[in-house]
């Protein structure tokens, strides 16, 4: 699953886009999910990580792989290193990591990410979270 932030300053506004393909590649599906509120970027990349695992834990699925363009938030999980401005969030990433079976999280350059970041900055502009299943936005 891709995922990432987006934020938006002068409104207060932020987005996360998520979108899931399967092992061949093939799409499965897609979310854009607004929050009324923006803070720290980094902080934002954690709970948009927080809010796919929630969704992977919500479809069922057991072995997944977590792909985000923020080499911090990706340290900060797999070294257990907390940083201040992340350390609640990551811990509770880490307790949701036992819901599923296998599970990794690795860094991807933004270019690999456009889709979720595309989906993240839409997500701004929306009263309510987005979900496509079978016909996708971008």
């Not at 290193?81 to 990591?97: G, P, W």
């Not at 350059?109 to 595309?118: A, E, G, L, P, Q």
Request: proline fraction near 2%; aromatic fraction near 8%.
């Amino acid at each position: 699953m891709n995922y990432d932030a987006a934020l938006h300053q002068k409104t207060d506004k932020a987005g996360w886009g998520m979108v899931v393909r399967n092992w061949q590649g093939k799409v499965l599906g897609a979310w854009a999910v607004p929050n009324t509120s923006c803070s720290n970027p980094k902080l934002e990349e954690a709970i948009a990580l927080r809010i796919a695992m929630l969704v992977a834990k919500q479809q069922g699925w057991r072995r997944m792989e977590f792909e985000i363009d923020c080499m911090q938030v990706v340290n900060g999980i797999n070294r257990e290193e907390d940083d201040v401005i992340i350390s609640t969030v990551a811990s509770n990433i880490r307790k949701l990591k036992s819901n599923f079976g296998e599970c990794c999280f690795t860094f991807i350059r933004r270019i690999n990410n456009f889709v979720s970041h595309t989906l993240a900055k839409m997500a701004i502009n929306l009263k309510g979270s987005a979900e496509w299943k079978d016909d996708f936005p971008v």
